[in-house]
């Protein structure tokens, strides 16, 4: 075997040093321009339990509606978790939500799951910003290295575990996740974030909000960072390096019409070593250290009419673009995007309630372009998908305002799985305003990716090469879930969310050997996943915050005896435990601490990790930051690589520093 490897060196040269204390030092240079316009804000965290609670989330229904009044296992990621938080890139802030399985791959990998099925491209999980789906229908799943916004600008994220179907279509089986930004009303102003470490070796954002006239907001951002290598006794090539651009306008037209407007562009390059194999001498493998590259951008336009405090229309049309170069496989993609919803309420003669209905209805095309002889290949080398749908769902109240049942309904028809019936009951029941019971059954589909119709690629199993084929005749995948929660304010400094599931699949991806030399991708398998979710929040005191979680996962797979499938690459048990403390009016200090179960499957064995921040405002609008990540030990793997093979390597321990300055 003949293995290559290469790291690329770390810079330390006194330039590179003298402009990052530079950067750090900038917002004192001249504080005279600073203004007190946009102080730090902390309303989330002097905010009482009860009004958490109230907190308005719309991805659910698809309408905004508070938590205790929401029958799915929902969590949300406020503004003020993101910037009290040790994260810097959207998987890392994903750590938070119960049930969410959040794994490194290397520098710029990483895979991100919602009960089970864990790995780089989570095909039964479906990824949203502001409503514009980020999934890739190449490989079934989202390519996390291309999502890079600044944090600073998102509002909530809003993580929806269980299947939403009906409301959002295919491949949220498993969930749904919704980064949701910030209007540009409230990004007025500048703020100016720059920083670097050990491992998060350089960033800086640049955001400009502003006005023209009464009712039109906007903004536009620069955002950049480079990544170093993670680590690997042989060395190591996957430093990570992005450069984005944005901007959004949001135009109040008048009392009842609104129209935002917002785009994105954005290029660089994820490094990594991959694995080329020569099918005419087994023993030769060669890890070639390589950048791919990657770029895209999109274009947005949602307007909403509301006539009402429950009813409203809006239509959101979107075009994406995005392309990958690497050794392993070249892709363009283009997308259009047209989704349609009304909601008002219904009148029915002889009923004393007026249910709550919301119809409406979308349609997407994407096309694609795909290198040929290339380690991953495909036959078309062009292929252009469809999905259409059409839904339908309604409250209905069943007794006063403590019993309510929600239904619903949708259509949808897709290139590779035609006519799907997506149904969904969920009943929900508040004994008083401190607590809530809910149930739900929910029928969903995953639909089947380009590679797993019409691709193939040649792999290395042991000592032998073999041929991983395609499936034209593959079948969606089809889930019905039931899930069932517990909500409760125990006192005014306690809360406690429970959530217990139980999800069958038919359909699911299998491999079935047909030669000595070639397996093929099947859908005989069928599973199940079933398990329960515990959060928790109690503020032992004024400035005090505990947020413990646990996280508990059964998989079940049955296959014929001729099939192989994937197993124990999803951790069984999952414990965090967040804190927030302020030590005085002006610092902050934040602990995460994270107990990962082993995953047999692949060999990892368990790990414990521990971030803290450390935060200082000398000044309402400046904040100054140190951060460290991975704290217990000096480097540990989480996942490995899967379809695209390159190396496997281990996270590293890091420290970081940041500056934000608003003015």
Request: aromatic fraction near 10%; charge should be neutral; hydrophobic fraction near 35%.
């Amino acid at each position: 075997m003949v293995v290559t490897s290469y790291r690329k060196p770390i810079c330390t040269s006194k330039t590179h040093w003298q402009l990052s204390l530079f950067l750090l030092l900038a917002p004192f240079i001249n504080p005279a321009f600073a203004t007190q316009n946009n102080p730090i804000r902390q309303d989330l965290m002097n905010a009482s339990l009860e009004e958490l609670m109230n907190v308005k989330i719309s991805t659910v229904f698809r309408k905004p509606q508070t938590l205790q009044e929401t029958a799915a296992a929902v969590f949300v990621i406020s503004q003020e978790d993101i910037r009290r938080s040790s994260a810097n890139s959207i998987p890392e802030l994903l750590r938070m939500a119960p049930g969410l399985s959040v794994a490194r791959i290397d520098s710029n990998k990483w895979s991100v799951t919602s009960r089970g099925y864990s790995g780089r491209f989570a095909d039964d999980l479906l990824v949203m910003i502001d409503g514009r789906t980020v999934y890739s229908p190449l490989f079934a799943g989202t390519f996390w290295e291309t999502l890079d916004l600044p944090l600073e600008d998102i509002d909530r994220i809003e993580v929806i575990r269980g299947p939403g179907g009906t409301i959002w279509g295919a491949n949220a089986v498993n969930g749904a996740i919704n980064i949701i930004t910030k209007h540009t009303k409230a990004t007025q102003g500048n703020l100016i974030t720059t920083g670097g470490g050990s491992e998060e070796r350089g960033f800086a954002t640049f955001r400009h909000g502003g006005r023209v006239g009464e009712n039109l907001f906007y903004r536009f951002y620069a955002k950049g960072f480079t990544r170093d290598n993670s680590f690997s006794a042989s060395g190591t090539n996957d430093s990570w390096r992005m450069g984005t651009l944005g901007f959004r306008a949001d135009w109040d037209i008048n009392t009842n019409n609104a129209v935002t407007f917002q785009a994105q562009y954005y290029a660089g390059k994820a490094g990594q070593n991959t694995m080329l194999l020569n099918s005419t001498e087994p023993e030769s493998v060669i890890m070639r250290p390589e950048d791919a590259n990657l770029a895209g951008g999109h274009a947005l336009m949602r307007w909403q009419r509301t006539t009402g405090e429950r009813s409203n229309t809006a239509l959101q049309v979107y075009y994406d673009r995005t392309s990958r170069n690497e050794l392993s496989f070249r892709e363009t993609r283009q997308t259009v995007d047209i989704d349609f919803q009304h909601r008002f309420p219904l009148q029915i003669p002889y009923i004393p309630f007026q249910p709550d209905l919301i119809w409406g209805g979308g349609y997407r095309w994407t096309t694609d372009h795909l290198g040929i002889n290339l380690p991953i290949s495909f036959d078309p080398a062009k292929r252009n998908l469809q999905t259409g749908n059409v839904f339908m769902q309604t409250d209905i109240p069943l007794f006063e305002d403590r019993l309510k049942l929600t239904t619903g309904i949708k259509f949808l028809d897709n290139t590779y799985a035609h006519s799907n019936f997506l149904p969904n009951a969920r009943l929900l029941w508040t004994p008083d305003d401190k607590q809530s019971v809910w149930l739900s059954a929910t029928r969903s589909i995953r639909l089947p990716s380009r590679f797993e119709r019409e691709g193939n690629q040649l792999i290395r199993s042991g000592a032998e090469f073999i041929r991983l084929i395609s499936n034209p005749h593959l079948l969606a995948e089809t889930l019905w879930g039931f899930e069932t929660g517990y909500r409760r304010q125990v006192t005014s400094n306690l809360s406690v969310d429970i959530a217990g599931f139980f999800n069958d699949y038919n359909n699911s991806t299998s491999e079935r050997e047909t030669t000595a030399e070639t397996i093929q991708l099947t859908n005989q398998r069928k599973t199940q996943i079933f398990g329960f979710e515990i959060y928790g929040e109690w503020r032992a005191f004024d400035k005090l915050r505990f947020m413990p979680s646990y996280s508990h996962l059964q998989v079940r797979n049955h296959v014929p005896a001729d099939h192989e499938s994937e197993s124990g690459e999803d951790p069984k048990h999952q414990f965090t435990l967040r804190t927030q403390l302020d030590l005085t009016k002006n610092i902050e200090l934040d602990a995460f601490f994270r107990h990962i179960d082993k995953l047999p499957g692949l060999e990892i064995k368990s790990y414990q990790t521990l971030d803290l921040r450390l935060s200082w405002r000398p000044r309402p609008d400046t904040e100054l930051t140190m951060v460290g990540q991975n704290l217990l030990q000096s480097h540990h793997q989480e996942f490995s690589p899967e379809v695209i093979q390159t190396m496997p390597v281990q996270i590293q321990r890091g420290v970081f520093g940041k500056v934000t300055w608003r003015f």
